[in-house]
């Protein structure tokens, strides 16, 4: 049973809990239910939560894909509702809502859902432009990470990278994608990836801390069955450019040491350095890395959780330049986490633009 799995597993009473409540106060807005009948829409909602889990940690099928889907979105509208919820309570204090106020209100969390599903599923490319005073010739990158290949979002998130990769490739040099390629929800194959080995231009992968949870010996394996370039805590040089890949490290595995980073540096090139989170930029940059390329935190993905993810992370999405003139580029991410909802942020792609300094 994978990390994910028993993490899952843990929350759901606390979870289902936390439903039951919701529920409660839910239905009470719009006439009140029978504490059994909510007693047993919370058990159908916890079931929904982790029994279609089980089965995909094993063998990933359409049935419960969908309702893995099904669970997702239904995360994303009890958040919504409860911020309704504590809305109308709050004001309730101090006026008296109509009855149709109240219906609006509510009614207002499924149009919204359309279009966060909408938003979560239509892939943009932006663009960012980079200054460097140790280029030699112009190069352009298409970052991507947090693609989160699983139970909510299958092979059609492969197959819409790789479409995109193809409108690019003729003025695009590279690919580099920055961890969290599969999420952990579903078993991944050898051939899951493979639409990807279609894609003229190379792509460069450094593995996140989701890419451990189906196991990283098959997601390494399905990137190289596509031809993907699997940089774990090593470097390959492009071009002008000095790649190295700084996998994630938790638990047993041990992160290189300075001194280990720093001899991967070729004063001659332009050196980025790919790691999953956006952290220790200060760090890199000091070694002589010109550039981090991060995801993780999927920019808050929706609000109001952007908000909260702005106060989290000092480098939650965009471009950054520090005072040494090097950079880090956090992406919000093509896929999603648990829930396929967006709001205020992109699912993209970007394409970093390395220009010589003026």
């Not at 790649?243 to 050196?271: A, Q, W």
């Amino acid at each position: 049973m994978s990390f994910r799995t028993r993490r899952v597993l843990f929350i759901t009473p606390f979870y289902m809990l936390f439903e039951f409540f919701l529920l409660k106060y839910l239905f009470l807005l719009i006439g009140g239910l029978n504490e059994g009948h909510l007693v047993i829409l919370t058990v159908i909602i916890g079931a929904l939560h982790f029994v279609p889990m089980l089965f995909e940690e094993k063998k990933s099928r359409a049935f419960t894909r969908f309702l893995e889907t099904i669970d997702g979105i239904w995360m994303w509208a009890s958040v919504m509702f409860l911020i309704d919820i504590v809305v109308i309570y709050l004001a309730g204090l101090f006026i008296g809502i109509p009855q149709g106020i109240i219906y609006l209100l509510l009614a207002i969390v499924p149009i919204l859902g359309v279009y966060n599903y909408h938003k979560a599923h239509k892939l943009v490319v932006n663009e960012e432009i980079l200054e460097l005073d140790n280029l030699t010739h112009d190069i352009d990158i298409v970052h991507l990470s947090d693609v989160h290949f699983g139970s909510v979002r299958h092979k059609e998130i492969i197959a819409q990278i790789a479409n995109k990769l193809d409108e690019l490739e003729d003025k695009c040099d590279l690919a580099i994608i920055s961890g969290d390629l599969a999420d952990g929800s579903c078993a991944v194959e050898e051939n899951d990836f493979m639409r990807l080995k279609d894609v003229k231009m190379p792509i460069f992968f450094t593995p996140g801390n989701h890419d451990f949870y189906p196991g990283i010996e098959n997601v390494i394996k399905a990137c190289k069955n596509a031809g993907i370039v699997v940089l774990d805590n090593e470097n390959q040089e492009f071009k002008n450019l000095n790649i190295y890949g700084l996998t994630y490290s938790f638990d047993e595995i041990k992160m290189p040491t300075k001194e280990e980073l720093g001899n991967s540096i070729n004063p001659d090139l332009v050196n980025i350095i790919n790691y999953h989170v956006p952290y220790y930029w200060d760090e890199f940059s000091s070694l002589g890395f010109d550039i981090q390329l991060s995801g993780h935190t999927h920019g808050g993905q929706f609000y109001p959780v952007v908000s909260i993810a702005n106060l989290m992370f000092k480098y939650n999405k965009g471009l950054f330049k520090n005072k040494l003139g090097k950079y880090i580029h956090v992406t919000t991410g093509v896929g999603s986490m648990d829930t396929p909802m967006r709001w205020g942020t992109d699912s993209e792609l970007v394409i970093l633009k390395l220009r010589k300094s003026k």
